[in-house]
Structure formats: structure tokens, C-alpha cells
């Protein structure tokens, strides 16, 4: 009897110690992936610092940049410190803080919904903000009253607001399921996007032609006073969804599952809905409609990083800024002097990315 004991605690130990060399191997896979994503994201941004018409050396593009704080440490050309400065940094930060965005938007539509292709582009967002956009575009006022500088900008955020204030309401009289939620979203961005193209069917040749370049989404308007916008918010829903990280981990085992442990699943689902939406349809105010990112950076992550969704959070965020900006890049040199709209080179590559998604539901649902 003492010898079975003993042997059984030898199982116990050694299954312990196995179970802590897979989770050290876990864990030490999971901080390679970030350190590796952090330094590419750093090599990334100065390959696209240093690209452009005024020639400049990876060095010397990160060089313009710490002479503004440390004057007296480098000697860089005028020329390459304003060019740094005034065109090609704001670019380059809203490309990073729009990734980490639309990444990190995605990664938690995709965990509260239980749905690999749900994104807030799916709920309508985008198809929301690009009504907004082509009523300031085609009429030149926001519904703010009045016309102002800033009325494609004001009109694109407050459109992309309705899906998600929409489907709230449904969620709260209905009790609508994550099937029914998306469902509803498909059906908003259909009539959106029908609202749209009457709008564009009436308007002006100039009117059209900006409307359609706004809605494919690019970053050729990146200024220096939008980043605050976008980085703050950015801020905000990434502390909001890291501080529902346990309890968007519980709901993917199912909602009964949840419930049973404790989450106010209706309650976790409405904020963590309202903060991917929302950061979502900032940055798409001011970028137009970039697509992708949101998709396939957390399905990027999640192979590497598994579905804890704090690591995901962290890991989509950086992924997404690392695609974004070798989407812009693509969009700049890929027919120089010609800079293509980036939202049109990001959908080259979530199309495929979608139709693999789907197939491969369908593969293992058979």
C-alpha cells in the first residue's frame, strides 16, 4: 500500500515537472515572438523613414529623428530633418498607432463574437464611416451644423458609431447571439454602401472621384494633429480590453460556461464591443477604409502566440503596425512616383486570407 502511494506521487511529480517545461517552452516562444515583432516593427519604420524621392540611409532617417531632442549628438543635412519631420514621420506614426488599432480591434471582435472572420468591418464600421465621408465630400458640411475643415473627418466618425449603437440595442431588447450580431452587421453595411452609391450616383465627377480614393482608405493625409486622436484612443480601448482580457478568455469556453464562472457575459461583450468599434472608427475617420489589418493580424498571432488574449492583444497590435506599414511601403515604391492608395493593397492581401479562412471552416466542419 505504501509503495502504490509512492509511486503515484512519483507520476504526480513528474507530471508536474512536464507541465512546467510546456509552459516555460510556451511562454519562452511567446516573448521571442514579441521581441522579434518589437525589432521588426524598429527596422520596418526606418526602411520607411529612409524611402522616398530624397535619398537617405536607414541611419540616417532614425539619425533626422533623435536630432530633434538631442540637437548637440547629430549632424543631419536640413534637407533630411524636414523631410523626416514634416512628410514622412506623421505617416509613418499613424501607419504604427492605425495598425495597432485595427489589430487590436479585430483580435477582440473576433474573441467576444467566437468568430475568426468577425472584425469591426464586418459589424459595419467602415461601411458606417464611408457614408459620413462622402456626405461632407459631396455636400462640404458635417452634421455638427455648418461646414468646416474637418467635415469628412466629423461625418466618418459619427456614421461608423451607428452599426455598433445599433447593435447594442439589438443585444440589449433581443439578447441577440454572436450569429445574429454579425448578421445584423452584414446588413447594415449593405445599406450603407447602398446609401453611398446613390449619393455618388448624383454627384459631381470631383466629388466621386474623392469619394472613391477616401473609402479605398490611405495615409497620404497623415498630419501631426490627428495623432493624438488616434493614439489616445488607442491607449484607452487597449487598457480597456487588456482589463477584460480574463474575462474574454472564460467566454470563448461558450456563454453558459462563463456564466456559470462568474462573467457578466452581456456586460463584458457590450464594452469590449464598444472599445474595438470605437477605436476602430477613429482611425478610420481619419484614414478612410483600411482593410485587412483587423483580419489577419490576430490570425497571424494566434498561430504563434496561442489564445490567451492578453498576449494577443499585445502581439495583434504589433503585428498590424509591422503590415500596415510594409503595406504603405508597397503602396509608395511599387510604381514610384505613382503612391497607390494602401487600403487597396491591404484588400490584395486579405482576399485570399478570407477565402482560406472559409475554406478551412468548411474543411472542418465536414
Not at 311 to 339: E, F, H, M, Q, T
Amino acid at each position: 500500500m505504501v509503495e502504490h502511494k509512492q509511486v503515484n506521487s512519483t507520476k504526480q511529480e513528474v507530471t508536474v515537472e512536464e507541465e512546467k517545461k510546456k509552459y516555460q517552452k510556451i511562454l519562452a516562444k511567446r516573448l521571442l515572438f514579441i521581441a522579434v515583432s518589437v525589432v521588426s516593427l524598429i527596422i520596418v519604420a526606418g526602411v520607411a523613414l529612409s524611402l522616398g524621392s530624397a535619398n537617405m540611409t536607414f541611419l540616417d532617417a532614425y539619425a533626422a529623428v533623435f536630432a530633434r531632442f538631442f540637437p548637440s549628438w547629430f549632424n543631419v543635412p536640413s534637407l533630411a530633418y524636414t523631410v523626416v519631420w514634416t512628410l514622412r514621420l506623421p505617416r509613418i506614426l499613424l501607419a504604427i498607432g492605425a495598425g495597432a488599432a485595427l489589430a487590436m480591434g479585430g483580435c477582440s471582435t473576433q474573441a467576444i463574437l467566437r468568430n475568426p472572420m468577425a472584425t469591426p468591418y464586418t459589424l459595419g464600421v467602415s461601411a458606417g464611416a464611408g457614408l459620413g465621408a462622402s456626405i461632407g465630400i459631396i455636400f462640404g458640411t458635417n452634421l455638427l451644423g455648418g461646414s468646416s475643415d474637418f467635415s469628412i473627418i466629423i461625418n466618418a466618425f459619427i456614421f461608423s458609431l451607428i452599426p455598433i449603437v445599433v447593435i447594442l440595442l439589438l443585444v440589449k431588447r433581443k439578447g441577440a447571439s454572436p450569429e445574429i450580431m454579425i448578421l445584423a452587421g452584414v446588413a447594415m453595411v449593405y445599406i450603407f454602401n447602398a446609401c453611398t452609391t446613390i449619393l455618388k450616383y448624383f454627384a459631381n465627377s470631383d466629388a466621386v472621384a474623392a469619394t472613391v480614393f477616401w473609402v479605398v482608405g490611405d495615409l497620404s493625409r497623415a498630419a501631426w494633429y490627428q495623432l493624438p486622436y488616434v493614439f489616445g484612443v488607442l491607449i484607452l480601448c487597449f487598457g480597456v480590453n487588456l482589463w477584460l482580457a480574463w474575462d474574454v478568455n472564460t467566454m470563448k469556453l461558450g456563454d453558459d460556461t462563463a456564466k456559470s464562472l462568474g462573467v457578466e457575459v452581456d456586460r463584458t461583450r457590450r464594452i469590449s464591443l464598444i472599445a474595438s468599434c470605437l477605436s476602430t472608427a477613429t482611425v478610420v475617420a481619419f484614414t478612410g477604409a483600411i482593410g485587412f489589418i483587423c483580419l489577419g493580424a490576430p490570425r497571424i498571432c494566434r498561430a504563434f502566440l496561442g489564445s490567451d488574449q492578453k498576449v494577443l492583444l499585445v502581439g495583434s497590435a504589433l503585428v498590424g503596425s509591422i503590415l500596415l506599414l510594409v503595406a504603405d511601403i508597397v503602396a509608395r515604391r511599387l510604381l514610384a512616383p505613382i503612391v497607390l492608395p494602401v487600403g487597396a493593397i491591404t484588400a490584395c492581401l486579405g482576399g485570399p486570407l478570407l477565402l482560406y479562412l472559409l475554406i478551412k471552416r468548411k474543411s472542418n466542419r465536414q
